[in-house]
């Protein structure tokens, strides 16, 4: 009991530490304060992030196999040891990614073993395809609610503000550890430009 006590000492204070560190800013900017070209940028930057192989390798498509990425060559592979995500995307049919991809809140501290998140590991839906995709593609997917899971501006910004509050997948791919390399900017900054990107009217460069 004792030790039990110790423990929960211990770990209480370091799950507060890491809420205060998840609060972001997500006030939405008024309508049309941003300019189109100002908007076209930050879609840029927010496409930097979901092409990066931390977002792009659970983001695939109908042969739901997650990727690899060779840290030397930056080349994409499938996963290693068969791993088929089904039609489930969460493997149920064969491997569950919870087998080796744990839920839980500990850091990612140890190199080359399977990454964890506070939400239950899985590849992303099906209608969120980003691999194999052009930038233009993506964008007029996420502007399109009928493609985005229903989801307005607001919409979008919530899904990443939730995410981050449950230390899931896009606040992972802001701070993988144990050695990976993390998405570029950082999540607060991804947020504000999603923000600036749905004031400017989520512009979309032909392509």
């Known amino acids: 009991m004792r030790r039990t006590l110790i423990a929960l000492a211990l770990t209480v204070p370091a799950t507060l530490a890491l809420a205060a560190e998840t609060q972001l800013d997500d006030t939405l900017l008024p309508e ?7 908007g076209l940028a930050a879609w840029d930057r927010i496409h930097e992030v979901l092409s990066h192989p931390r977002c792009s390798n659970c983001h695939v498509g109908e042969d739901n196999i997650p990727l690899w990425t060779a840290t030397a060559s930056g080349q994409a592979r499938d996963h290693g040891m ?19 991809h744990l839920t839980t809140d500990l850091p ?37 609610p009928d493609r985005n899971g229903g989801r307005d501006l607001e919409g979008l910004v919530e899904h990443i503000t939730h995410d981050v509050s449950e230390n899931g997948f896009i606040a992972w791919g802001f701070a993988p550890g144990a050695g990976r390399e993390p998405a570029p900017y950082d999540v607060q900054s991804h947020l504000d430009d999603f923000k600036a990107w749905g004031a400017a009217g989520m512009p979309c460069a032909p392509g």
């Open 32 to 38: 049309g304060s941003v300019s189109e070209q100002d």
């Open 82 to 100: 068969n791993i088929h995500g089904g039609d489930s995307r969460i493997g149920a049919e064969y491997l569950p990614c919870s087998s080796c």
């Open 108 to 144: 990612n501290s140890i190199p080359h073993a399977p990454p964890h998140a506070g939400l239950d590991w899985q590849l992303a839906p099906l209608e969120f395809q980003w691999t194999g995709k052009t930038s233009a593609e993506i964008c007029a997917q996420l502007a399109d």
